[in-house]
């Protein structure tokens, strides 16, 4: 079945700079895929969901990258601000099963100022 | 109003205890899930279902029965609890449309003496 690996488990940046987290993943049919922040003592919230059309998808403050060749999900915060001190999960689901994801292991962010 | 809400929040038994986990969403969401979460694991899927009656077995299922009773509630029962199972658990739903995104709740924090 699919594996998701994530790196780095930890991440310590300083206010302004990037905070790049990758996932690689191994199925190819792999289709959808999601980011979510977990702020402390808090749940998951869907940062953003990309699907295999799309490669590159920008949010407030954040890029997301898709590389299917490479099967790598990445997602790059940049000019980090303590506010995005947080756990971050990718997540991938199967077109043909979208009832179920795999998640990575998480990758907890600390923005210093 | 939160979608998805668990109850209770924190809970502490003991080795041998019996705990129910409640989980009720408000999405009319046919898929829902139940997660534990532990540091260096990610989330981890217990069981899921796609609607009342329905159960399907996750990656981490030994130790938990869960039972859908309808659409909106689903329970997750540790009828012989061990210390391995002190964890953060999670329930969320999904739903068609969603494509595999998937709606967290607050999570419960269960510690097993």
């Known amino acids: 079945g699919e594996q998701v690996e994530q790196r780095p488990p930890h991440l310590s940046v300083r206010e302004g700079d990037s905070a790049f987290i990758t996932c690689t993943y191994t199925?190819?049919?792999?289709?959808?895929f999601f980011w979510y922040k977990q702020e402390p003592g808090a749940s998951l919230q869907l940062l953003m969901k990309?699907?295999?059309?799309?490669e590159i998808n920008e949010g407030q403050g954040f890029t997301v990258l898709l590389n299917k060749k490479d099967k790598r999900l990445s997602l790059n915060l940049t000019a980090a601000h303590p506010g995005d001190s947080a756990a971050y999960f990718c997540?991938?689901?199967?077109?043909?099963?979208?009832?179920?994801?795999?998640f990575g292991t998480g990758t907890r962010l600390q923005v210093s100022p | 109003e939160a979608a998805v809400t668990q109850s209770p929040r924190n809970k502490v038994t003991v080795t041998g205890g019996n705990v129910t986990l409640s989980c009720r969403q408000t999405?009319?969401?046919?898929?829902m899930y139940w997660y534990r979460q532990d540091t260096g694991h990610g989330l981890r899927l217990i069981h899921y279902?796609?609607?009342?009656?329905?159960?399907q077995i996750g990656d981490v299922p030994d130790g938990y029965k869960a039972t859908r009773t309808t659409q909106e509630d689903f329970f997750l029962l540790l009828e012989l609890a061990s210390p391995s199972q002190t964890s953060l658990y999670f329930c969320?739903?999904?739903?068609?449309?969603?494509?595999?995104?998937?709606?967290f709740g607050p999570g419960t924090r269960l510690t097993v003496l």
């Open positions: 199925d190819p049919n792999s289709y959808y």
């Open positions: 969320a739903s999904s739903g068609p449309g969603t494509r595999g995104e998937q709606y």
């Open positions: 999405n009319s969401h046919n898929y």
């Open positions: 990309v699907f295999s059309s799309t």
């Open positions: 997540a991938v689901s199967l077109s043909s099963n979208t009832d179920k994801v795999v």
């Open positions: 279902s796609y609607g009342a009656g329905n159960l």
